[in-house]
């Protein structure tokens, strides 16, 4: 069975702080990772991360993948008050018609 | 707004009531999910549904029963619910059938059931 881990499953910092979240998977047939935000309800999309060592970057935020160890991480730098949120990592399945989700990462951000 | 709208956002509902959320997109996408999220639980898949026809039904008891009339709308209609069937339902759609094209989730129906 497909399986997603994420870590820490809660966080709290401080504006203008680095954060490091992590996020990492077993799937039978690796395909892509993919991170969301969580801020109120509607998770919306960050990153699609499919080859290893490549980050990607928006903003202050970015991500990477690293096959070889079955992870991702996601990195914030100088965050906001605006980036509290739940940061959610998913894997496609191997059928490839659902995505498997860890269980996320709650950020809060204090001013 | 994220082009999939749900209704309603809230919805309180004793366990003898039906009651139906209603998703709606129109972003050309074929593609419909319904995703159960739980307090300190990973989003649980429910149901997929590709051109209309539901492709995967994700062991979910039967007082959840979703409709697809066609590819814009995607309904969850609900009786006899429990307790612990009180969550966050969010829809998705994406473009193709399949995690590679990515989901653009709704901001959910707040379900309580008393």
């Known amino acids: 069975e497909d399986k997603v881990v994420q870590s820490p499953l809660s966080l709290v910092v401080h504006e203008g702080d680095t954060v490091t979240l992590n996020c990492s998977y077993e799937v039978t047939n690796f395909r892509s990772l993919l991170w969301y935000k969580q801020e109120k309800k509607a998770p919306t999309f960050l990153f699609m991360l499919t080859s290893s060592g490549i980050e990607k970057k928006s903003g202050r935020l970015s991500s990477i993948l690293d096959k070889k160890e079955l992870s991702s991480i996601l990195n914030i730098t100088a965050t906001q008050t605006g980036d509290s949120a739940i940061y959610l990592c998913?894997?496609?399945?191997?059928?490839?018609?659902?995505?498997?989700f860890g269980e996320g990462t709650q950020l809060t951000v204090n001013p | 707004e994220t082009g999939v709208t749900q209704t309603p956002r809230h919805l309180v509902m004793g366990m003898t009531n039906k009651k139906s959320l209603k998703c709606e997109q129109h972003?050309?996408?074929?593609?419909m999910y319904w995703y159960k999220q739980s307090a300190k639980k990973p989003l649980e898949l429910m149901f997929v549904y590709s051109l209309e026809e539901r492709v995967e039904n994700n062991s979910v008891p039967s007082r959840f029963s979703p409709e697809c009339p066609n590819s814009s709308h995607l309904f969850l209609h609900l009786h006899t619910l429990q307790p612990e069937d009180s969550a966050l339902y969010l829809c998705?759609?994406?473009?193709?059938?399949?995690?590679?094209?990515?989901?653009?989730f709704g901001s959910g129906t707040r379900l309580t059931v008393v």
């Open positions: 972003l050309g996408h074929n593609a």
């Open positions: 998705a759609s994406s473009i193709g059938h399949g995690t590679n094209y990515g989901y653009t």
């Open positions: 998913a894997v496609p399945e191997t059928s490839g018609s659902r995505l498997t």
